[in-house]
C-alpha cells in the first residue's frame, strides 16, 4: 500500500514562496492521481489542486489559481506544490492524498497524513 509523507512546509512573509512534497513509499505513484488538501485554523479542510496520472491539473480552490502550481517526478515518486505569491489566509496545514483519478470530496480518502505546516505571517 502506498504511503505518503508531507514536506516542506514552514513560515514565509507574505509574497513568498515555498514547495511542498508529497512523497511515497511502498509503491509507485506513476499511476495515481495526487491531490493536495489543506485545513486552516477554525476552518473545514478543503481540496487545493489536484494532477492526474497523465499530468493534467485540477484546480479546486480559485484562490490559488495564479500562484500554485503541481507537478510530479515520478523517478523520485514525489509530487510537488509550488506556492508562490503566499499570503496569509493560505496558512494552513497541507495534505497530499492518491486515488486513481482527481476527486476532490473528503469521503474519498479514509486515513490522512500528519501534514506538512504552512504559515504566513510577516
Known amino acids: 500500500q502506498v504511503q505518503l509523507v508531507e514536506s516542506g512546509g514552514g513560515l514565509v512573509q507574505p509574497g513568498g514562496s515555498l514547495r511542498l512534497s508529497c512523497t511515497a513509499s511502498g509503491g509507485t505513484l506513476d499511476y495515481f492521481a495526487i491531490g493536495w488538501f489543506r485545513q486552516a485554523p477554525g476552518k473545514e479542510r478543503e481540496a487545493v489542486l489536484c494532477i492526474s496520472d497523465s499530468d493534467e491539473s485540477t484546480y479546486y480552490a480559485d484562490s490559488v489559481k495564479g500562484r500554485f502550481t503541481i507537478s510530479r517526478d515520478n523517478a523520485k515518486n514525489t509530487v510537488y506544490l509550488q506556492m508562490n505569491s503566499l499570503k496569509p489566509e493560505d496558512t494552513a496545514v497541507y495534505y497530499c492524498?492518491?486515488?486513481?483519478?482527481?476527486?476532490?470530496?473528503?469521503?474519498?480518502?479514509?486515513?490522512w497524513g500528519q501534514g506538512t505546516q504552512v504559515t504566513v505571517s510577516s
Open positions: 492524498q492518491a486515488h486513481e483519478i482527481c476527486l476532490g470530496g473528503l469521503q474519498w480518502y479514509d486515513s
